[in-house]
């Protein structure tokens, strides 16, 4: 960051400090020369200062990285269609000109909008976002519990077009069976996996980065990835995952995922995923297991970045503990885990690492920057010669062609 500031800062300086010496009109001892230097400086410095900012924070991006939120809707409302008066404006002839031409006034008037309908949602962090009648109708008729809860009251420039409209709410009944999941790609900041600590050693080839993309950079957000596992996996058995995540997403901060795998991929796959990925993000609890023919758990291994390990050994074990792979007794276990010991890590503790700005946007900087000192100059040099001021170097090309 100091290195692009301060090429941002120099660069204008010496441009000044070069116009001073062989130019002329940049004379500090007019008032004309002083206005014009504090004008070039002030405007350049802050043009080449949003560009060196912004090479910066374009040069260290790469430090974002995607990550899965989950969280749920709580409350939903449909707005039926209203009127509104509404003053207006439009252009009338009003006579012609002392040529003929007709003459154009505005007029005001009253005229009539229509709103609506509208259907709304609000999720539990309060976030409001529109919805479609389809999906008001579906959670209307699973949550059976719609009210008026007001009216939007119309008004109109005629009597016969004024129309009110009622203000319907649904909310949700608090029970699992009936949570509508939400989730959505948000960014973080991962400094751990662009700097060159001891947690990037293993590098893994095209070919395993390729087979095994991490989901949140496909904006994938789903709780269950099925990677050739015998076991086929349902939409119910989606749909509680992903209820399992609205539930705990939002309030634990946690991403579930669960990966399956064919048991004779072994548990090498483990490393390859994670290899791939850099790691999990900072909100995943990844969870993989393979799983033979019969559906019986052949292997199990849970990672994620927590410090206190222990959510990794009980989920751990209860998979192993189990005979055979299902979702309806896979979910209550990971529920009581996560609610037990599931602690986000914060990746505040790992601000001391050095993130190296790419070397594309130095190069970009001591292209650019400089450029857009000299333009600002060749600005003003134009105007000084329109004005009647010339530089030496102009003088000198003025004389030549004169003789």
């Known amino acids: 960051m100091i290195g692009f500031l301060f090429l941002a800062l120099i660069v204008p300086l010496i441009g000044l400090i070069l116009a001073v010496k062989f130019d002329d009109s940049w004379d500090l001892r007019t008032p004309q020369g002083v206005q014009q230097s504090l004008i070039y400086v002030g405007v350049t410095v802050i043009i080449t200062l949003l560009i060196g900012i912004g090479l910066y924070f374009g040069s260290t991006s790469h430090k974002n990285f995607k990550e899965v939120l989950h969280y749920q809707i709580n409350k939903m409302e449909h707005w039926e269609r209203w ?9 009338v002839a009003c006579g012609t000109d002392e040529e003929g031409n007709t003459k154009y006034c505005t007029e005001y008037y009253q005229d009539t909008e229509y709103h609506g309908p509208y259907w709304y949602a609000w999720d539990n962090f309060g976030g409001k976002r529109k919805v479609s009648k389809k999906s008001y109708e579906k959670w209307k008729k699973e949550w059976a519990n719609e009210k008026k809860v007001g009216f939007n009251k119309g008004s109109a420039d005629w009597l016969d077009k004024k129309l009110d409209g009622n203000i319907y709410q649904i909310n949700w009944p608090k029970t699992f069976a009936t949570i509508q999941p939400y989730s959505k790609i948000g960014t973080y900041e991962n400094k751990i996996r662009v700097s060159n600590s001891v947690f990037n050693k293993v590098q893994p ?9 991490r989901p949140a950079d496909k904006n994938n957000t789903q709780s269950i990835h099925n990677y050739g596992s015998p ?6 058995d989606r749909l509680l995952m992903n209820r399992t995540n609205a539930k705990l997403g ?12 064919p048991a004779e991929e072994s548990k090498r796959v483990v490393d390859d995923v994670l290899a791939s990925w850099n790691g999990p993000n900072k909100n995943e609890l990844a969870i993989f297991v393979g799983l033979n023919k019969d559906k019986t758990i052949a292997w199990a291994d849970v990672h994620s970045w927590v410090d206190k390990t222990r959510i990794h050994t009980e989920v751990r074990n209860g998979l192993l503990d189990m005979k055979m792979f299902s979702f309806e007794e896979v979910q209550p276990m990971i529920v009581k885990a996560v609610e037990k010991y ?16 790419k070397p594309i946007y130095m190069v970009l900087a001591f292209i650019i920057i400089p450029l857009c000192s000299f333009g600002l100059y060749y600005g003003f040099d134009k105007i000084n010669e329109r004005n009647g001021f010339y530089s030496r170097f102009h003088r000198k090309r003025i004389n030549r062609f004169r003789i």
């Open 83 to 91: 009127s509104e008066e509404v003053t207006k404006t439009r252009q």
């Open 205 to 213: 080839s095209e070919e395993i980065i390729k087979k095994y993309p």
């Open 231 to 236: 076991y086929p996996v349902s939409n119910e």
């Open 250 to 261: 939002w309030r634990k901060q946690v991403h579930i995922m669960v990966l399956l795998f």
């Open 342 to 357: 599931w602690v986000r890590k914060e990746f505040s503790e790992f601000d001391y690492l050095k993130v190296e700005p």
